[in-house]
């Protein structure tokens, strides 16, 4: 059974910076590719990031520059370290697994196992 577990979600202020954890159990994020997602109330749920198998990158243009994502394999565990944080950031963040994974896929419905998410808020 795969279950991700995404925490470090919280209420900051504009240009404040947070690293939101995904703790992976009953798969290997090195053997998966690895999606951070985030939803606003009233909004569908968009990508953010995500990194591969083979650890290539991607990122909405509205988070490059200041997004970064990383995995680490031991820890079994996908981070996404956030900076400069804008109040259009407010959303429940969400984290994802595909069990292909040879590219970063941008489509949720590529994606095969979800967090139950981490409400990120930015005031301004």
């Known amino acids: 059974q795969v279950q991700l577990v995404e925490s470090g979600g919280g209420l900051v202020q504009a240009g404040a910076s947070l690293r939101l954890s995904c703790a992976a159990s009953?798969?290997?994020?090195?053997?998966?590719?690895m999606g951070w997602f985030r939803q606003a109330p009233g909004m569908e749920r968009e990508f953010v990031a995500g990194i591969s198998r083979s650890g290539s990158t991607n990122y909405a243009d509205s988070v490059k520059g200041r997004f970064i994502i990383s995995r680490d394999n031991n820890k079994n565990t996908v981070y996404l370290q956030m900076s400069g944080l804008k109040p259009e950031d407010t959303a429940v963040y969400y984290c994802a697994a595909d069990r292909i994974g040879y590219y970063v896929h941008t489509n949720p419905a590529h994606y095969d196992y979800w967090g139950q998410g981490t409400q990120v808020t930015v005031s301004s």
């Open positions: 009953g798969r290997a994020v090195s053997n998966s590719g």
